[in-house]
């Protein structure tokens, strides 16, 4: 049975096929503390990141999430795990399409080495990862059935905004 489960796995993969969504680029338009007290970047993007599999692939897609690096750790491929990360669910500025406008708000965590997560809006103990760059980098990936995840090209937020907003 297992044989059988690993061989379904496989020949699956194979299945996975690569988005023709083209390359979105992402800037920076504020990052603030929100009204639910978590720190929201909001951004423009070149793509619909709403509808992006729906418009290129006429696929159904997953919420998109942005997903920010605080220790330096530029593999945001869907097999790594960054160990220090902030990330949140991707929404539109507005109901009108195309959305070229978003906003997420951002949840800090620290990746423990046997896989779990916990929760890091402990921000004296990620004043550090912040202080130690100039710039964070963020991507959003989307996901969808039988597809590759898809990732934009990278946001750099400042540290010193981040800094600033995080220790007023």
């Known amino acids: 049975m297992r044989s059988v489960i690993y061989l379904v796995v496989l020949l699956c993969t194979g299945c996975v096929k690569t988005a023709g969504i083209p ?20 951004f423009s993007s ?36 960054i160990a220090v990360i902030a990330e949140g669910r991707v929404k539109a500025s507005s109901q009108a399409r195309p959305n070229y406008k978003f906003s997420s708000g951002l949840i800090f965590y620290y990746t423990n080495s046997n896989g779990t997560q916990r929760d890091l809006n402990d921000y004296d103990a990620i004043k ?6 100039a710039s964070i980098p ?5 996901t ?17 905004i981040m800094i600033e907003q995080i220790f007023r």
């Open 128 to 133: 550090p990862f912040l202080a130690s760059q």
């Open 138 to 142: 963020c991507k959003v990936r989307i």
């Open 46 to 81: 070149t793509v619909d990141l709403q509808n992006a599999f729906n418009d290129y692939e006429k696929s159904n897609q997953l919420t998109p999430t942005l997903i920010c690096s605080l220790n330096r750790d530029m593999d945001f491929s869907s097999e790594h795990s």
């Open 23 to 42: 390359p979105a680029d992402l800037t920076l338009s504020s990052f603030a503390l929100s009204a639910n007290n978590l720190f929201t970047a909001h």
């Open 144 to 160: 969808a059935y039988g597809y590759e995840a898809y990732y934009t090209n990278t946001l750099f937020i400042p540290a010193r």
